[in-house]
């Protein structure tokens, strides 16, 4: 049976990896769906209700300053003489996450801080005093996302009997906090079961202002994910007012996203997306990082680190850990998820992607190109060449030069590239293929791999360049003798090789990537970007992930038929690389189109229904908001569009963002 995933599109959050807090659009958190705060993978209180005399005040707007403070503005009902509304409410939420601290020594960080807090701003016009009684309605929880993402409950509820209480075990703590401006209105607060209520009794005076506040402070002393070191991420600024609200959104959605891993505290990442991959992700991180480094090299240098010190040294199916490999996910504990007809049962890290490895090899070298220190990357030599050896040795499972997957567990992922749902794998006829599978974009991956992985080795005096060149050329022989199919439209790449080693002929966004890594000549190069640019695949929006002839297409099923903002991002750097700026500019403006109909905030999917049929591109509702390679996507659309981000002046990781809700 499949679960009853939450829907997003309409909610709204503030966000300090691993900290976040989700509300319906109006400020409320309410006992619904992915409602609540949540500490990493725990929600920790799933309503935060609002009243005044007893009703809930009426909500007009809400102004966005960053992805982690948020203003959501009332009207307070009260008898006046005029239908003016004079009382006014606004609720500032902000999210803040932190590290313990248990001595001087830094190298010791063990666990993450957080902190969720409102102040509450009530303002009145009329010229008399206003007396008010304020509620806030809070409920603890202790339900973890993989249970939410299901639909589902926690079955053992929380009953806090003081201002401080765990959630889970005695590593976790919450504690509750509240006040007033000026200390005159102190609050009340009461607990019976789960429900906590919080009560002031305030009078607003005439020109003055009253300012509640409360806050939960959260710590969790086992988390293996902390907040990001260093410095935030800067936002450029360009002319063109439309990007320059995309550039600005996304960064500030970006630091929003900053996270180290325990083990190297020091080395910040970007967790995947909010709610569900509020974690390190290795293919996600790796892909983010990559679009940024026109802006930063620092995150890829995090990046590269953090994964480099879990590299896989042994061999095991359970985990799908293999000599060389880079991981592609990391939880608290194991991560059980109803999946297309199974139950998948991920490890705490966990290693079933086939393509963060050699995409690792690639940020490797272009963060190097783009400035990276040299002293930095030579660092990472011996894990470039435990990457290189695993293409060779493990990532071909049975020696016919592909990467391919197959999961062995019985228990992982059945689709192991970035299209890893169990039904994104299609034959035109919309079957499903059968593993182990070779995709298409892994073997160019394999082949960029292979070639820069060798610059790197002859920069830096190390043996073994031409082997690797030599692997390459032998990569582009094969592959070209095995992918390419054949329709109405004429040749075009096929999606993947199945376990006969057809070639499964969906026609796919997957060709796209193969643009910009050099496995392709001229005239296939100006195939592929044709096939890209019809209207089956371009949607006028994005690039659709499947193809609207093929059998299975659904403009929102998943990855088959939605459009993915990094999908066609990554397809825009393409075709740039390859001498495509006009085809560029076009998916560029499609998906500028995109983020400004969703308050310049590109999301991770949208729908693939026409340009020419919808007025603004229809939500996928369970899509992450934010989330990372579609955030970092808006450097590739600046560079499409002509706005080389060294030209454009230095911005600020946290002035205002223009955007609001009317």
């Not at 007396?131 to 249970?147: G, S, Y």
């Not at 988390?223 to 959104?249: C, E, H, K, T, Y």
């Not at 007809?341 to 705490?348: D, E, N, V």
């Amino acid at each position: 049976m499949a679960s009853e995933q939450p829907y997003l599109h309409n909610l709204s959050g503030v966000f300090s990896a691993p900290i976040q807090a989700w509300s319906d659009a109006h400020g409320q958190i309410r006992r619904a769906g992915a409602q609540g705060i949540y500490c990493g993978d725990d929600r920790v209180l799933n309503s935060a209700v609002l009243s005044v005399d007893g009703r809930e005040p009426e909500w007009v707007s809400t102004q966005l300053h960053s992805s982690k403070e948020t203003d959501y503005i009332y009207f307070v009902r009260a008898e006046a003489e005029v239908a003016d509304p004079l009382l006014s409410l606004v609720r500032t939420r902000t999210a803040e996450s932190g590290r313990i601290r248990p001595g001087e020594d830094t190298e010791s960080l063990t666990g993450c801080t957080g902190r969720v807090a409102e102040t509450l701003r009530i303002e009145s016009a009329f010229r008399r005093p206003v007396a008010l009684n304020v509620r806030l309605t809070l409920t603890a929880d202790n339900t973890t996302m993989e249970q939410i993402k299901q639909g589902e409950r926690s079955s053992r509820p929380v009953e806090p009997a003081a201002n401080s209480w765990s959630w889970r075990d005695d590593d976790t703590a919450l504690l509750l906090t509240t006040g007033s401006s000026d200390g005159t209105a102190p609050a009340a607060v009461g607990f019976a079961g789960s429900t906590v209520t919080i009560d002031w009794a305030v009078e607003v005076q005439p020109g003055a202002v009253v300012e509640l506040e409360w806050a939960v402070d959260l710590t969790d002393a086992d988390s293996p994910m902390l907040s990001g070191d260093g410095s935030p991420i800067i936002a450029p600024v360009s002319a063109d007012p439309r990007l320059n609200n995309l550039l600005q959104r996304s960064v500030s959605d970006l630091n929003s996203l900053r996270l180290a891993h325990s083990s190297h505290p020091h080395d910040t990442f970007l967790a995947a997306g909010a709610p569900w991959f509020f974690t390190m992700f290795g293919r996600d991180s790796i892909i983010a990082a990559r679009m940024l480094l026109p802006v930063t090299t620092a995150i890829a240098g995090g990046t590269l680190r953090a994964l480099a010190g879990r590299q896989g040294t042994e061999t095991d199916h359970t985990t799908a850990v293999q000599p060389g490999k880079i991981l592609h996910e990391v939880r608290r504990t194991v991560l059980t998820v109803a999946e297309t007809g199974q139950a998948l049962r991920l490890p705490p890290v966990y290693y079933g992607t086939i393509d963060a490895t050699p995409l690792w090899i690639c940020l490797l070298h272009d963060a190097w190109k783009a400035g990276m220190p040299d002293a930095e990357v030579e660092e990472l030599l011996p894990n470039l060449q435990d990457a290189l050896e695993w293409l060779r040795d493990h990532g071909d499972l049975d020696g016919d030069g592909f990467l391919e997957y197959l999961d062995a567990s019985g228990q992982g992922l059945v689709n192991q590239g970035w299209k890893d749902s169990g039904d994104a794998i299609r034959w035109h006829d919309g079957s499903l293929a059968s593993g182990p599978i070779a995709l298409a974009e892994v073997q160019a991956y394999a082949y960029e791999a292979a070639m820069v992985g060798a610059e790197l080795l002859d920069a830096f005096s190390q043996p073994g360049a031409q082997e690797w060149r030599d692997y390459a050329a032998g990569m582009a022989e094969r592959f070209r003798a095995r992918f390419w199919c054949e329709d109405e439209l004429g040749p075009y790449p096929a999606l993947a090789l199945d376990a006969d080693k057809k070639a499964v002929d969906g026609v796919t966004s997957n060709m796209g990537h193969l643009l910009g890594t050099g496995i392709l000549n001229q005239e296939e190069k100006e195939i592929v970007v044709r096939r890209i640019m019809d209207p089956t695949m371009f949607s006028g929006y994005g690039v659709r992930t499947l193809s609207t002839t093929n059998g299975g297409y659904w403009p929102t099923r998943y990855h088959a038929g939605a459009v993915w903002s990094h999908d066609t991002a990554l397809i825009i750097n393409g075709m740039l690389a390859d001498g495509f700026p006009g085809e560029a500019a076009q998916l560029a403006a499609g998906l500028l189109d995109v983020a400004e109909a969703n308050e310049w905030r590109l999301p991770e999917l949208f729908g693939g229904h026409g340009s020419d049929a919808m007025r603004t591109p229809v939500p996928f509702p369970a899509s992450c908001r934010p989330q990372a390679w579609a955030s970092a996507s808006s450097v590739v659309i600046a560079a499409a569009l002509g706005h080389r981000l060294q030209d454009l002046e230095t911005g600020s990781h946290d002035q205002p963002l223009a955007s609001s809700i009317p």
